[in-house]
């Protein structure tokens, strides 16, 4: 015999009309539809939702992943320079070969190159701009398109920043004649000193317009030089070596190019005084280049600026200077600061 309870809850259900649908559509939250007093469904917990009620935790989980953070700062990208390939090497050996063995003086046999040689002297120095022009030129060339890759990267690092990058520019180069004159002058009590590669570099710009000049020398010289002393020398030997150590070698090799006739006993303009502008040069770029994430395109512009005012001194200041002559020698001790 069922107890009383139990039976008038069975009489309860038994006079409860048949379920119906929805007049209202499906019942929202992907729950299926159920009648209110058939219980709750088979697995109900205390605290799960019912009857197409959606989970409290979609309301109540606070706000979205990040609201109230400040986005991330942003940072100079490294412009990743690489590893070693073939390309390099083969370049290397072209500008070994080419340059530091003279080979290149064998343009000079070109027809129009030649007829230049065999003129008078301001045709002869001529005819050596455009041996260096050629010589450049071709290694420019190479050199461009086996880095090709990594100078768009850094184009594309260099955006960061760019305004305050150039505005360091003058002041850097500023710098380092104010460097190179304390060093000079009041460390070691010295004159300025022109090398002889600089003093032929000077002879040679007296019969080439300045235009031609400046695509030679500020343009497609720097490039070659940092493709070799950053970009190979620091960019990617830091792959296998710390970095600044590679920063301290490219220091020491850089200036040391520019005096080849004087370490194969040629020439003895090899001095203290004449490798400090070398040497600040080579520190200032090779700060810039590593502190700006290796950017070989940051460092060529350093260099660039450095022999453009090299080139404006030599062809706008210096012949205006030799008209008064001593009350503006400080004119040639600047260009012999510059290097």
Same mark, same amino acid.
């Given at each position: 015999?069922?107890?009383?309870?139990?039976?008038?809850?069975?009489?309860?259900?038994?006079?409860?009309?048949?379920?119906?649908?929805?007049?209202?559509?499906?019942?929202?939250?992907?729950?299926?539809?159920?009648?209110?007093?058939?219980?709750?469904?088979?697995?109900?917990?205390?605290?799960?939702?019912?009857?197409?009620?959606?989970?409290?935790?979609?309301?109540?989980?606070?706000?979205?992943?990040?609201?109230?953070?400040?986005?991330?700062?942003?940072?100079?990208?490294?412009?990743?320079?690489?590893?070693?390939?073939?390309?390099?090497?083969?370049?290397?050996?072209?500008?070994?070969?080419?340059?530091? #063995?003279?080979?290149?003086?064998?343009?000079?046999?070109?027809?129009?190159?030649?007829?230049?040689?065999?003129?008078?002297?301001?045709?002869?120095?001529?005819?050596?701009?455009?041996?260096?022009?050629?010589?450049?030129?071709?290694?420019?060339?190479?050199?461009?398109?086996?880095?090709?890759?990594?100078?768009?990267?850094?184009?594309?690092?260099?955006?960061?920043?760019?305004?305050?990058?150039?505005?360091?520019?003058?002041?850097?180069?500023?710098?380092?004649?104010?460097?190179?004159?304390?060093? =000079?002058?009041?460390?070691?009590?010295?004159?300025?000193?022109?090398?002889?590669?600089?003093?032929?570099?000077?002879?040679?710009?007296?019969?080439?317009?300045?235009?031609?000049?400046?695509?030679?020398?500020?343009?497609?010289?720097?490039?070659?030089?940092?493709?070799?002393?950053?970009?190979?020398?620091?960019?990617?030997?830091?792959?296998?070596?710390?970095?600044?150590?590679?920063?301290?070698?490219?220091?020491?090799?850089?200036?040391?190019?520019?005096?080849?006739?004087?370490?194969?006993?040629?020439?003895?303009?090899? #001095?203290?005084?004449?490798?400090?502008?070398?040497?600040?040069?080579?520190?200032?770029?090779?700060?810039? !280049?590593?502190?700006?994430?290796?950017?070989?395109?940051?460092?060529?512009?350093?260099?660039?600026?450095?022999?453009?005012?090299?080139?404006?001194?030599?062809?706008?200041?210096?012949?205006?200077?030799?008209?008064?002559?001593?009350? !503006?020698?400080?004119?040639?001790?600047?260009?012999?600061? =510059?290097?």
């Amino acid at each position: 015999m069922l107890p009383l309870v139990e039976f008038i809850r069975l009489e309860a259900m038994s006079q409860q009309p048949p379920p119906v649908s929805n007049p209202y559509g499906p019942v929202p939250g992907g729950f299926p539809e159920r009648n209110v007093l058939s219980g709750p469904p088979p697995g109900w917990k205390p605290g799960d939702p019912l009857f197409g009620e959606r989970p409290p935790a979609q309301f109540h989980a606070g706000p979205p992943s990040g609201w109230g953070q400040r986005p991330p700062r942003k940072r100079q990208q490294d412009s990743e320079p690489g590893r070693f390939t073939w390309w390099d090497l083969g370049a290397t050996l072209f500008y070994v070969l080419g340059f530091l #063995t003279g080979l290149v003086s064998f343009l000079a046999l070109l027809p129009p190159v030649n007829a230049l040689m065999a003129g008078d002297e301001i045709q002869q120095q001529q005819g050596m701009f455009t041996i260096n022009a050629i010589s450049y030129g071709v290694l420019a060339a190479i050199t461009m398109s086996v880095s090709a890759a990594a100078l768009w990267r850094s184009v594309r690092a260099f955006a960061y920043l760019w305004w305050l990058k150039l505005l360091l520019v003058p002041f850097a180069w500023l710098a380092t004649l104010l460097l190179n004159f304390v060093l =000079i002058v009041v460390v070691l009590g010295a004159d300025p000193e022109t090398s002889e590669n600089q003093e032929a570099i000077d002879t040679m710009l007296q019969a080439v317009p300045f235009l031609a000049a400046v695509a030679v020398i500020a343009v497609l010289g720097p490039f070659v030089e940092e493709y070799f002393f950053r970009h190979l020398l620091i960019g990617k030997l830091s792959r296998y070596i710390n970095v600044w150590i590679c920063g301290a070698v490219s220091i020491i090799a850089f200036p040391l190019l520019h005096f080849i006739p004087a370490l194969f006993g040629l020439a003895d303009d090899l #001095t203290l005084v004449s490798l400090v502008p070398y040497l600040t040069m080579g520190v200032l770029i090779s700060v810039g !280049y590593i502190v700006t994430g290796r950017n070989l395109f940051y460092a060529w512009v350093l260099h660039f600026f450095n022999n453009f005012m090299s080139l404006l001194v030599s062809y706008f200041v210096l012949p205006w200077a030799e008209d008064f002559g001593q009350p !503006y020698q400080s004119l040639y001790w600047l260009a012999n600061l =510059i290097g």
